[in-house]
């Protein structure tokens, strides 16, 4: 999709990767609503990067929030052809010792807001009929990649790698789905996350060196050059680090040895295949 002229609706767009984004959008001449729970620092950057640049509040943990926002935008613009689904945080310690609020936590914003900004603008972008986007946020945590101390938070980056895997197959041909999972990006995400973590999760002196590590990943302008050239090319996975492929591979190794071990592939394999038994009973039926 080519972005200039576009309408682009980012989640979380007021730090970050989100604001990477923003402006690589706005670069390439599109329209940018930066939607976000931290309404003073999406002004203020709005401000600044002019006037194709537009604030909103949003919380990602409401549907009636995203209902909000999309009636806003819609009334503003008419359509939008480009959802990010972005905002995220980054709670989570040892999964034996995670309380199951912290669980409700990170799963409503990581993974339902996700879901909640997709269908919320999804449903109304099939109702266009115009070629659009939507890319959701996950992780290089989605592809394999092994972080201690954050077990839901990778099981929130799974799981929506899963959910558009399934969303592409099941959207209208003028929408495609679009999955970037970053690295390490130099962001404010374990700062920001406290704002609606249910307790403090690392102390000062954790989060001092959270924040060193974080300052060393990529720039957050470099991972939207990499997200918005993904969105025009439509690319389903839109990886970012070069070193996950071999984390990928690694994965995928152990799977296909499982395979071998446990259930070769033979020339009868596909009699317990659902799709191939689904399309057998329809053609009986028919
Ligand atoms: N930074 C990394 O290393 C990294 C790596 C992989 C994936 N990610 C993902 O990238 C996305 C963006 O994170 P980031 O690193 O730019 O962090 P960030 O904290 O800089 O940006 C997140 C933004 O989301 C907003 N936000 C948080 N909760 C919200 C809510 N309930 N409703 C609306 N907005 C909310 C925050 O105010 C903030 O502006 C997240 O989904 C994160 O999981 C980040």
């Not at 899963?162 to 041909?173: I, K, S, T, Y």
């Not at 959270?210 to 060393?216: G, I, L, Y």
Request: hydrophobic content about 40%; charged content about 25%; aromatic content about 4%.
């Amino acid at each position: 999709m080519e972005i200039d002229g576009k309408i682009c609706v980012i989640t979380g767009g007021a730090s970050g990767i989100g604001l990477g984004l923003a402006k690589a959008l706005l670069a390439r001449g599109g329209q940018v609503v930066l939607a976000d729970i931290n309404i003073a620092r999406a002004e203020a950057v709005a401000e600044e990067l002019g006037p194709k640049a537009h604030a909103a509040a949003l919380d990602v943990r409401s549907t009636e929030s995203f209902e909000a926002l999309a009636a806003q935008v819609f009334s503003s613009f008419g359509r939008v052809d480009v959802m990010v689904n972005n905002a995220g945080v980054s709670g989570g310690r040892g999964l034996l010792d995670t309380p199951e609020d912290e669980i409700d936590w990170v799963i409503d914003v990581n993974l339902k807001g996700v879901w909640r900004g997709t269908s919320v603008f999804g449903k109304r972008m099939r109702e266009q009929t115009t070629p659009s986007v939507i890319c959701n946020i996950g992780s290089e945590n989605s592809l394999g990649y092994i972080s201690r101390g954050l077990g839901i938070y990778t099981a929130s980056k799974h799981g929506v790698v899963g959910m558009c895997d399934v969303l592409r197959h099941e959207l209208p041909a003028h929408m495609k789905v679009c999955v970037a999972c970053p690295g390490l990006v130099a962001s404010d995400l374990t700062r920001s996350s406290t704002q609606t973590a249910p307790r403090p999760r690392l102390n000062e002196a954790q989060l001092d060196m959270s924040d060193r590590v974080m300052a060393m990943g990529m720039p957050p302008e470099e991972a939207g050059e990499m997200i918005a050239k993904g969105i025009e090319r439509e690319d389903f996975i839109i990886p970012l680090h070069a070193h996950v492929v071999k984390i990928a591979e690694t994965r995928w190794q152990e799977i296909a040895d499982s395979f071998a071990a446990h259930a070769p592939y033979t020339p009868d394999a596909e009699k317990y295949n659902v799709q191939a038994i689904i399309r057998q009973l329809m053609s009986e039926k028919d």
